[in-house]
Each structure stands twice: as structure tokens, then as C-alpha cells.
């Protein structure tokens, strides 16, 4: 209860300052609940609800000022308690208590759910084309390399002409020594060439001065096209060895292809991982990426050197009714050594302006191992 108190207190003292400063405010966010069943055919099934509430609070000045933060509430399983928290949101706090000859009898741990937090808070100004912002920010280039992180950062940015240029610093580490630290410098080129083909490139020099021989280049490039209707992506990255403590460089790239014809959108992509390259965990479909509640395989390449192919078919029902249908098939070697079929659906209806309710259902084919069916059942709000 404190820590609401404390957040609705910020939120007054951020707004007394705003209208001292001629500030604009802005409250925004959203929610969701859901039912989630998993079944993996070794252990019993099983069902949990788990929910979450977000409020964004943006901040501006006429003169370009601006900053920008996040409080997520009670994000997490039900238990009962009103404690819950997300994995790795859990403070644990260890006493050990010892006798009169100093030696250890016994060893307390407790256990504090952060059910208030942020996940991002940072601040800027814009002036002309540029814009200077610093603090805990969100970081997306795509999908394929890296969506929607977290970063201590300093970014500059440029807006010009359809392109973007933007250098960013990364504090990934921090120690008393001045030697031992961890932060990574990269640069992003974004570039609109006209209305059929653009450019996005994203590299990246990581400084790891914790571990020895761990400084290496991350890369990624994409090219987002379009002629008459298709829209056509290609992307290929690549992580220096050294980076992830391995011998080989670490390569993937996938293309796609997508058209629509009336209410009807089919997508049809094709990819390969290989030598420890691993796609960000929002990149895929329902049971293999793309981060929902009833993802069984996080990452593609997770497994080893992947080849993949999918066939997504969007339609539109109505203005309120929305299907999807997944049908993919990848082969893994290495680790997993295995090959997977994924068949999986979801339907969406829009219930009010702002409130969707979703339900979403995969199976997973395993050639040498026990199938998969998960299921989840949501509704989500946004104001």
C-alpha cells in the first residue's frame, strides 16, 4: 500500500512541477487477464490465471522537454496473496545468524514481491532534427534481432529527409572498478528511399571488461519492401563469436512475403540460424516465439542450427472479428536434433472500443518426442 501511495504522490509532484513549467501531462496504459492451460503429454496439464495493470506517464514542455515512465501493477500469477510478481521482480533477502563461538546455526531467507515497479523511465529534449534522451529506455530494431528490451542508455538521435541516424551508449555493467564494467556503443541507420524500399541497419561494439576475450560486433540489417501490394522483408544478422563464448560466429537470416487479397492476408517466410545465432524471443508465431503465455519453444535457433518455414493466413471477419491460422515447420540440429510441426489459431473480437478478448490455441508435433497442446484465453483493455 505504501508504494501505491508513493506512485500516486509522484504522480502529483510531476504534475505540480508540469504546470509551473507549462508542461503537458499525459496518462495512458492498459491491462489484461487470462486463463492459461498447458498440456506437454509428460507432466499433468495444468491452468493458471495471471494478470497485469501498466500506466505510461509522458511528460512535455513547448520548448521540446520530455520524459517518460512506466508503473506496472501486480504483474503476474494469482495466488491469492495480492503479492505476486514476475519472475526475477522477487528481492530475497538472507540472514545468517551464528552461535557464541561465531559459527553458523541457521539461515533465515525472506522474500519481498516488488508488485509496483518500473520498467522504464528516461528523459530528453528534442531541438530541430535531434533528440537527445537518457535514462531506462526501451530498445527495438526488429523483431528478428532485438524487440522490446531494456537499456541504461544515452541515445542521440537525427531525424532528416525520411532518415534516421541515431548513436547509442549501453551501461550493461557497473563496478567500483574502472576496469571491469560492460556497455556496448552502437549505431542505428534507418532509411526510406522511397515508397517501395527501405533500409535498416543496426551494429552494435560490445566492451566487456568483466570477462577477457568477450568484446565482439552484433549486426543486423533488413530491407522492408514494396511492389504493388507485396510487402516483401529480408533481414540477416550477425553476432561475433566471441560475444557468446563460442569458437564460430553466430549467423541467421529469414524472408517473407505477404499480400492481401480483400480480407484475407497470407504470409509466407522462410529462415536459418546457425552456429549459436538465436532470434529475438518476439519473433515467430503462437507455440514456437512471438513471447505468449503458452510459448513452449522461446527462441528459434534455441536448439541448435535451424531451418524454418511458416504459413500464416490473416482474416479479417469483420470490423470486430479477426482469425489467424499458423501453420510452421522447423529443424533443429545440435541439442535438439528434432524436427517440429506447429499448427495453431487465434480469434480476436473487439467487445467495446479498447477492449479485445482473445483466444489463442497450438499444438506441437514432435518427430522423436511427446506433442504439445496450450491454450489461453484473454482479454486486454487499453486507455
Same mark, same amino acid.
Given at each position: ?7 500516486? +504522490? +509522484?504522480?502529483?509532484?510531476? &504534475? ?14 492498459? +491491462? ?105 529506455q526501451p530498445t527495438n530494431f526488429s523483431k528478428w534481432f532485438s ?12 531525424? &532528416? ?72 522483408? *529480408? ?14 560466429? +553466430?549467423?541467421?537470416? /529469414? ?14 517466410? *522462410? ?91 497450438? /499444438? ?20
Amino acid at each position: 500500500m505504501k508504494k501505491v501511495i508513493c506512485a500516486v +504522490a +509522484a504522480f502529483a509532484m510531476v &504534475a505540480g512541477v508540469a504546470t509551473v513549467a507549462s508542461a503537458e501531462v499525459k496518462l495512458s496504459g492498459d +491491462a489484461r487477464a487470462r486463463l492459461i492451460y498447458k498440456d506437454n503429454g509428460v507432466k499433468d496439464s495444468y491452468s493458471k490465471w495471471d494478470s497485469r495493470f501498466r500506466v505510461v506517464l509522458s511528460a512535455s514542455t513547448e520548448s521540446g522537454v520530455y520524459g517518460k515512465a512506466r508503473l506496472r501493477f501486480l504483474d503476474g500469477g494469482w495466488d491469492g496473496s495480492g503479492l505476486y510478481a514476475p519472475s526475477g521482480k522477487v528481492a530475497t533477502t538472507t540472514t545468517t545468524l551464528q552461535n557464541a563461538a561465531g559459527e553458523d546455526v541457521q539461515v533465515l531467507t525472506s522474500q519481498t514481491n516488488n508488485n509496483v515497479w518500473t520498467d522504464y523511465a528516461y528523459l530528453g529534449f528534442k531541438t530541430g532534427a535531434l533528440d537527445v534522451s537518457a535514462g531506462r529506455q526501451p530498445t527495438n530494431f526488429s523483431k528478428w534481432f532485438s524487440w522490446d528490451q531494456r537499456a541504461d542508455r544515452l541515445k542521440v538521435m537525427y531525424k &532528416a529527409n525520411g532518415m534516421v541516424l541515431a548513436y547509442t551508449y549501453d551501461q550493461l555493467r557497473e563496478t567500483n572498478d574502472l576496469n571491469d564494467d560492460k556497455y556496448v556503443n552502437g549505431i542505428t541507420y534507418k532509411q526510406k528511399f522511397n515508397d517501395s524500399i527501405s533500409m535498416g541497419v543496426r551494429a552494435v561494439y560490445v566492451m566487456d571488461d568483466m570477462n577477457d576475450n568477450r568484446d565482439g560486433i552484433k549486426a543486423s540489417v533488413n530491407l522492408p519492401m514494396n511492389f504493388g501490394g507485396n510487402q516483401i522483408m *529480408v533481414e540477416g544478422s550477425y553476432i561475433e563469436g566471441d560475444v557468446i563464448n563460442s569458437a564460430d560466429d +553466430a549467423m541467421g537470416a /529469414y524472408a517473407s512475403w505477404s499480400s492481401n487479397f480483400g480480407s484475407v492476408t497470407p504470409t509466407v517466410m *522462410v529462415g536459418m540460424t546457425q552456429d549459436g545465432y538465436m532470434a529475438d524471443d518476439d519473433f515467430g508465431w503462437i507455440m514456437i516465439g512471438a513471447a505468449w503465455g503458452i510459448t513452449e519453444i522461446a527462441q528459434v535457433g534455441q536448439g541448435g542450427d535451424t531451418i524454418f518455414g511458416a504459413f500464416t493466413a490473416d482474416m479479417a471477419v469483420s470490423e470486430q472479428l479477426s482469425l489467424q491460422g499458423n501453420l510452421v515447420y522447423m529443424d533443429v540440429d545440435a541439442a535438439l536434433d528434432d524436427s517440429v510441426i506447429e499448427v495453431s489459431g487465434m480469434v480476436n473480437y473487439e467487445v467495446v472500443k479498447g477492449a479485445d478478448l482473445s483466444f489463442k490455441l497450438g /499444438y506441437l508435433d514432435y518427430a522423436d518426442s511427446d506433442s504439445v497442446m496450450n491454450g489461453v484465453v484473454r482479454l486486454d483493455v487499453g486507455f
